[in-house]
């Protein structure tokens, strides 16, 4: 249900993943950025927390948890405040296992949902974004045609994490007219996986354009079987965990700007004082503040089962905004310190301008 504040065992869970974050993830984002690449240790370690299995069934390795969009909205964040690139990558297996235990046969729950719910971290991935002008994620131009009782799928898809490395990929493709999800099996022919992008941001997380060219596959992996899924409902759950990562990294550039002008004296005070220092800051914690109830609003109308379509567009598209607004204010209130690479305002500079062209990272 939606409130102001945290419930106790929402507060539990977040200073759980708040205490991994601080004694792996925010001490070592830096060097992750610079090395190109995050520590198969420190992806275990989140792992371990069980973020990505949590709504799964026991029946089919999971924790057989309540599905809680406000909870996950929360944990995002959290991992987010550490590094957006981390957050994402820690949480890969959702964006398969949540769909499939949601909206999945129940052939499709047996054969996939065991693979990615072991002791050991394995990656899947979600195709849904689209290297063309003006992509929009309701209205796909990868294409699916039924064809010898199966599908075919053309397309390309861009923005596509661990696309090298998952084995199964979870593809968003038109199918007569009506937008849906497919599992393509990472080793089909039709799939090709090209070179990793070089992005303006989240450098520590690998990328692919991944191109489908006749890729064939079974009727029995578009997901929903015949009847298909709500991709609708899956965009609204995507756009929703988008708000929340940003919320996170929107928190993180105003905490560190904040105690930096507390801490940076000039002319005998701290620059905190100074008026117009003053009023970004201030405007930074209001705007957060907005961010994250306006992304639990979203998850509170999906948590209860109702339409949050409007809900999530909005949380999606304000974020998104606000998110570079105050990573923006974070290196002005750095100054010079706020261009240089040993601070990591630049970096949150860099990872907030993707929120707005970018979709489907993670999923409550």
């Not at 990558?89 to 990615?116: D, H, I």
């Amino acid at each position: 249900m939606f409130g102001f504040s945290m419930s106790k065992e929402q507060k539990m869970i977040r200073e759980e993943v708040a205490k991994l974050v601080k004694d792996m993830v925010t001490e070592n984002a830096h060097d992750m950025d610079e090395s190109r690449s995050i520590p198969a240790g420190v992806i275990q370690k989140a792992w371990s927390l069980g973020i990505s299995v949590s709504k799964v069934p026991e029946a089919y390795g999971g924790y057989g948890m309540k599905d809680s969009a406000v909870e996950t909205a929360i944990i995002l964040e959290e991992l987010a405040y550490g590094d957006m690139a981390f957050a994402v990558a820690a949480t890969l297996p959702a964006l398969l296992n949540f769909p499939v235990a949601e909206m999945g046969t129940e052939e499709q729950k047996e054969k996939y949902l065991p693979l990615y719910c072991g002791d050991h971290y394995k990656p899947a991935a979600l195709a849904l974004n689209e290297p063309h002008f003006g992509f929009d994620a309701v209205l796909l131009k990868t294409t699916a045609v039924r064809k010898n009782g199966g599908y075919v799928l053309n397309g390309r898809k861009c923005f596509v994490p661990s696309a090298n490395q998952s084995s199964h990929i979870l593809v968003a493709a038109a199918l007569d007219g009506k937008n849906q999800l497919f599992i393509v099996d990472g080793k089909n022919p039709g799939m090709i996986v090209g070179d990793r992008e070089k992005n303006i941001g989240l450098y520590a997380l690998e990328t692919y354009e991944i191109t489908l060219d006749q890729c064939e596959i079974p009727a029995s992996d578009r997901l929903g079987g015949e009847k298909g899924c709500n991709y609708d409902g899956f965009l609204q759950k995507t756009r929703t965990a988008m708000a929340a990562l940003a919320t996170g990294v929107a928190r993180a550039s105003y905490e560190f700007a904040r105690d930096y002008a507390r801490e940076r004296v000039q002319f005998g005070e701290p620059i905190a004082y100074r008026q117009s220092i003053a009023f970004m800051i201030a405007e930074m914690a209001y705007e957060v503040e907005a961010m994250r109830l306006m992304t639990w609003k979203a998850a509170s109308r999906l948590e209860s089962g109702k339409d949050a379509k409007r809900e999530a567009y909005l949380a999606r598209i304000y974020t998104a905004d606000m998110a570079m607004k105050i990573a923006d204010y974070g290196v002005q209130i750095l100054g010079g310190h706020g261009y240089v690479r040993d601070y990591p305002v630049e970096r949150y500079y860099r990872n907030a301008r993707g929120f707005s062209v970018i979709e489907g990272m993670a999923v409550v």
